[in-house]
């Protein structure tokens, strides 16, 4: 029971260590695009295409990001 408990807790570990640098990866990248928009430069395509990634960029930060805090309470 020890060995499942310490199990779950390094699994728990390592899977809040992979979402940290998902979300910094997540966020890096909507900078990038938020950047990109500001410049004044993009087609209306582009424009289109870079909103709608920034908004599924933000569906994913906000659910990686309650994932971390669950774990991170535990």
Same mark, same amino acid.
């Given at each position: 029971?020890?060995?499942?408990?310490?199990?779950?807790?390094?699994? %728990?570990?390592? %899977?809040? %260590?992979?979402?940290? !640098?998902?979300?910094?990866?997540? %966020?890096?990248?909507?900078?990038?695009? /938020?950047?990109?928009?500001?410049?004044?430069?993009?087609?209306?395509?582009?424009?289109?295409?870079?909103?709608? !990634?920034?908004? /599924?960029?933000?569906?994913?930060?906000?659910?990686?990001?309650? !994932?971390?805090?669950?774990?991170? /309470? !535990?």
């Amino acid at each position: 029971e020890d060995q499942q408990v310490v199990g779950h807790l390094v699994y %728990e570990k390592r %899977e809040l %260590e992979t979402l940290e !640098r998902e979300i910094l990866a997540l %966020e890096a990248e909507k900078a990038a695009l /938020e950047e990109s928009l500001s410049s004044g430069s993009l087609g209306v395509d582009e424009l289109t295409a870079q909103s709608q !990634r920034i908004a /599924e960029l933000i569906g994913l930060i906000d659910e990686k990001t309650m !994932r971390w805090l669950l774990l991170s /309470e !535990r």
